[in-house]
């Protein structure tokens, strides 16, 4: 069963940067996809970005441009960057991995079955 553990979250100035990180832990599958969802107070939780093994991406329309996903493979950590932050990115941001597909070693695996993996979340604070 893989588990997500987030870390990196905190206050910061309106323009400033944070990294938030994702380790996967407890299985030696690596899920295709990985990424970053968000939900600010008293709102739904929304698209940052994911990304698959082999490096493909996708952003939500609030992130691009100011936010890059990366990810180490090896290491089965994902990655957010976030740059030119303003208030409204102030919310708890969680990681999130599909676990229907991805690698055991170099084999491909797949479980349809299998259900989202999330994590406990990381606060956000931008202050103006």
């Known amino acids: 069963q893989v588990q997500l553990e987030e870390s990196g979250g905190g206050v910061v100035q309106t323009g400033g940067s944070l990294r938030l990180s994702c380790e996967a832990s407890?299985?030696?599958?690596?899920?295709?996809?990985m990424g970053w969802y968000r939900q600010p107070p008293g709102k739904t939780r929304d698209l940052v970005a994911t990304?698959?093994?082999?490096?493909?991406?996708v952003y939500g329309d609030s992130a691009k441009g100011r936010f890059t996903i990366s990810r180490d493979n090896a290491k089965n950590i994902v990655y957010l960057q976030m740059d030119s932050l303003k208030p409204e990115d102030t919310a708890v941001y969680y990681c999130?991995?599909?676990?229907?597909?991805?690698?055991?070693?170099?084999?491909?695996?797949?479980?349809?079955?299998?259900?989202?993996?999330w994590g406990q979340g990381t606060v956000v604070t931008v202050s103006s």
């Open positions: 999130y991995a599909d676990p229907r597909s991805g690698l055991v070693g170099d084999d491909p695996y797949l479980e349809p079955g299998a259900r989202d993996v």
């Open positions: 407890g299985s030696i599958f690596r899920p295709n996809i």
């Open positions: 990304i698959t093994i082999s490096g493909k991406t």
